[in-house]
């Protein structure tokens, strides 16, 4: 174990990883990341991830196309081949008030460059075969979207990270961070103390306990999140966009592998940190299915995935320095858009801990937002 490093990083996920690349390549020699397990144990391991701009507010879609952009360019920066398939994100609209609400998400989409837009049911079926154009009236569509491979974006980063000197340690838990004089002095983990001056929470749905160890309030809420896999399919199924129902949460999209991937945001699941995959959920995904995509309803898989998401009470991430202690820093609480948000956040990380400006004002991101708030997350997933 090293005794000392000028910047530590708590998690070795997907944000973490970026952090790291981002703040080596920016000539941050002495860089150290901390992680409990492996690299991409947590969410990041994830199968598939999703990645778009499509959102309702202009921080978030920036955040989004900024990523977009640097996961198409991730085999040369930093260089790693992470799977990239872009083939859009569907929203499926049922009903005329969902798509009042989307064509106004898709208008300030447009203004910041975003080629999204409201399509008819008849091109809804196109795009996506399974999908019974009876039974919506529009979609939402930005064919610029699509999805990549989580795991590999993680090893990617911390290669590169690795190769500019950054250093990983890993099984190795941090227990306590020191501070003294209302700034950082020193992170103690299983393996030994490491004497520093700069914390970065990285920590997923663990970050509310490594933000109170320096007193720092995360609020952060662990909330298992499953998908299943079908294994392949005969007939293989047709290249299709990743598809959401807006009304249910069911989503779906092809796995890479000649099967589809299924998910659905169960709004019977209550947050805490348990990641054992069971199929209760399916119940209600078969439910909407039959309405949506009945194609899909008596569908049998043959394996699943359970992980966290990291909520926070508007599920919205939580960004930006500790006011009250001096060399605390944070990116955590996604709700479920870590990935598809990693290669900003980790430039905005970077320029936050250099001084610089970052390209966008995370101001409204800032865990300050809580503060005498007593909100309580919800459990469904903001798809929006």
């Known amino acids: 174990m090293v005794h000392s490093a000028e910047v530590v990083i708590v998690g070795g996920g997907v944000v973490g990883a970026s952090i790291a690349f981002h703040l080596a390549e920016a000539g941050v020699r002495d860089v150290l990341v901390l992680e409990r397990d492996e690299p ?127 250093t990983l340690r890993t099984h190795c838990t941090v227990t306590g961070i020191d501070v003294g004089g209302g700034r950082v002095r020193a992170v103690r983990t299983t393996s030994g103390t490491v004497r520093t001056s700069t914390v970065v929470c990285a920590a997923g749905p663990w970050s509310a306990a490594v933000g109170a160890m320096a007193g720092v309030e995360l609020p952060v809420t662990p909330l298992r999140r499953q998908i299943a896999l079908t294994g392949p399919l005969s007939p293989a199924p047709p290249r299709v966009p990743f598809t959401l129902d807006f009304d249910s949460t069911l989503y779906f999209h092809n796995d890479g592998a000649g099967g589809l991937v299924l998910g659905l945001s169960d709004p019977r699941q209550e947050p805490g940190f348990g990641r054992e995959f069971s199929q209760e959920w399916l119940e209600p995904f078969r439910e909407a299915a039959a309405r949506r995509a009945p194609a899909l309803a008596g569908l049998q898989v043959r394996s699943g995935w359970a992980g966290l998401y990291e909520m926070t009470p508007d599920r919205n991430a939580l960004i930006g320095r500790a006011g009250g202690v001096n060399g605390f820093l944070y990116a955590t609480g996604f709700s479920g858009h870590g990935f598809l948000q990693a290669p900003a956040v980790g430039e905005i990380v970077r320029d936050l801990y250099l001084d610089r400006t970052p390209f966008i004002d995370v101001g409204p991101l800032a865990a300050t937002r809580f503060e005498g708030h007593a909100a309580a997350v919800r459990p469904e997933a903001h798809i929006i």
């Not at 309702?56 to 799977?83: C, H, K, M, V």
């Not at 005329?96 to 049911?121: H, K, Y």
């Open 40 to 166: 991409a144990s947590g969410s990041s391991g994830k199968p598939i991830g999703g990645i778009r701009a499509q959102f309702s507010d202009p921080l978030n879609i920036r955040l989004g196309q900024r990523s977009l952009e640097a996961w198409r360019a991730f085999t040369t920066r930093p260089g790693a081949d992470i799977g990239i398939e872009s083939v859009g994100y569907l929203f499926l609209l049922g009903n005329e008030a969902e798509v009042a609400t989307f064509q106004q998400a898709v208008d300030v989409q447009n203004e910041l460059g975003v080629r999204s837009r409201i399509i008819t049911p008849r091109e809804t079926h196109e795009l996506c075969p399974y999908v019974d154009p009876h039974s919506v009236v529009a979609a939402a569509y930005s064919p610029d979207d699509g999805y990549a491979l989580p795991k590999a974006a993680v090893h990617g980063y911390l290669r590169a990270a690795r190769r500019l000197g950054a």
